[in-house]
């Protein structure tokens, strides 16, 4: 694949209010490798909330306020497997038949999620200057099932040389998220967290890492609730950041 | 042994349901590893993903084929099972199948029914009405067996009784069938409840079965088992009732071998079952045995409905393995009695709200995190999650608006209160000057955060704001660009 001289970032909603370093990670890492980030102000979400509550209404006109920050034919990276889910995959689905549905299809064919982009569209080849550790990492179930990325933030964490990756139980089951599901069933979430978190804390990991900001919420929101481990998750590209010596 | 009066678990109280079964840690465990084992068996059952996925492809299109043709195929499948001696039957309600089936057994004075694995049966509540009218119904399948002498209903469309530990179905069997030590090996349990069923199949006067595939070329039921039971239930007794869905039908006998495959490897990583039935009519004179008579039953029950919207109709391609459920994060943590629907778990969330309603099944649709495990697995590709968003937009679609072909319940789960929080929000996020307003006060408010959020906080610390949203921080660093 060709390496872009320009790509837009589209930060999400979540990243945006929540953990704006993940994405300011995701931009200076994409900088060191001599890329031009745009990151257009008038972006706020996807639309997925909605869509996913049964909303698509909502959802759409959230979108389609979305469609003009990409006039460039940059690639969009989308530091979440959701989001760039929705936006690959939903978006197209969301506009059948309205007047936009040609320009969207346009523009989820150029989304690419930031894992996928860092290994198949650059082959980072990271030097790794932190110091021993083991790792475990979530995929989110977009990111496995919709975007087909469940293995690129393995791979990124494999070439990174003083990085033990340790699996975990159940690794590829969902860790209980869902958007508002956790909000509209949360004893079923609760238990699907609790089980997310164990699993993690049984790898023997001393810190685990996700590109979903959505996971990364859900997961650190329960330990930190459960104050029973230090163990803490880290958004993909922050982790990469710092290994590398971006961070400083 | 006495059939016992069924549990009813209402749908309506599925959070509750839910909330008890993850409180229930035998019931916890035995499912987690039960669904473990399933998955195993079917990923080992599958080493071939390129024929995996050429297989779901072929499943796919014979079920959407004969989907498409469905009503030409009924009236050619009731026409040759009529040429093959077969008494067709249509129900719309489940009470009309009751009534059709209490009227067959009636009309012998029938007093006892044996019964081979029919997940329909369970969906008429069939054995509470026939015992209603003095007929005893014994289900012989040694998993409803077993749930039907705890007085529970399946948990699982493939293994109802995979919920239970082997010390309970020992007790069980040892509290209830006379005579009977307390044992715990499973040869012998087995052989327990074959032994008592072996003088049920010589004293039945009626036999009953599901139907796997209904093949309309040639009128013939086939019928998927593993045990012999569904052999002994359609082969022995004088009469012979099937009973299935009408979405069951397939167009050609050649259909079947791939959707065959499909069903029992995607079930139980099984590369076929010790037995396959194919069922063609009564005896014929000069035959030893068989049958004297044989009625299908089809029913409606809501299909439909599903049937009627293009996108929905993609819910009959459904084959019934179960795989969607031994896959399921939320179906492996709480279980099938939770759903208080005949089929539960992810094929139940979208097909129980058109045979029973959405005011009935309000909270099913949302019961799912849209992880997509069960539309990953799905041996005929229904595509799940974007089954479950559809349902979860008819419950929130305002009851009074008109749609094309508006679902039974339309509006269960709207609220006002919903509404007008997507609305409000759609106003924030569709506006960049709002959003920005609405950023810069969340992060600068942030130490007013509630909290207590509704829902999330049960499980995790408040979701609190950064100091500065992602936006600022990049003009923030723009800014600083310009100045160096």
Redesign the interface.
Known sequence: MSRPSDVYLF?T?L???????A??DA?TLLETLGIRVH?P?????C?Q????????R?AR??A??QLDLFPGDWPIVVPSGSCGGMLKHHWPTLFAGEPEQERVVAIAARVVEFSDFLLNHLDWQPVDTGPATRVAVHTS??A???MNVHTTSWALVDRLANVTRVVHDHE???C????????????????????KARALEDSGAIEFVTADAGCL??IN??L??DKATPLRGKHLASFLLERTGGKS | MNSQPVTLYPSRQF?DN??AA?ADTELRGSLRSAMDFLMAKRSSAFPDTDELDALRTLGEAIRQRCLSRLPELLEQLEERLTANGVTVHWAETPAQANAIIHGLVAARNGTLMVKGKSMVSEEIELNHHLEAHGIQALESDMGEYIVQMAGEKPTHIIMPAIHKTKAQIARLFHEKLPDTPYTEDVDALIRIGRNALREAYLQADVGLSGVNFAVAETGTLCLVENEGNGRMCTTVPDLHIAITGIEKVVEKLEDVVPLYSLLTRSAIGQPITTYFNMISGPRRPGEKDGPREVHLVLLDNGRSQAYADQQLRKTLQCIRCGACMNHC??YS??GGHAYGTTYPGPIGEIISPHLLGLENTR?L?????????C??VCPVRIPIPEML?R???????PAGEAVDHPLRGQGA?ASTTE?LA??A??R?????GT??LF?WS??RLRALTPPTQ???T????P????P????????E?EARRKES
């Open positions: 930060g909603c990243v945006d209010l929540f953990m704006p370093d994405g300011m931009i990151f102000q008038a972006q706020s979400c639309g909330p909605a869509y996913t509550s049964g909303h698509p909502e006109d959230v389609r306020s179930c977009s496995r099932r919709e590829s089951e969902c209980g998220f869902g958007g508002t599901f956790s909000i509209k069933h949360p004893d079923i979430a609760g238990a699907m967290v609790t089980d919420m859900n929101g329960k930190a609730l | 959070k839910a909330r993850l994060p939320v943590r709480i909270d649709p949302t019961a799912s995190s849209l992880c997509g495990a539309g990953e968003m349902l979860r937009e008819e419950s929130q679609r789960a509404a997507w609305r929000w759609r924030v996020y569709a506006s960049p959003y920005r950023g969340a992060t509704a829902g999330w049960q499980n995790h610390v979701m609190t704001p950064a500065k949203t992602l936006h600022e921080l990049v003009r660093r």
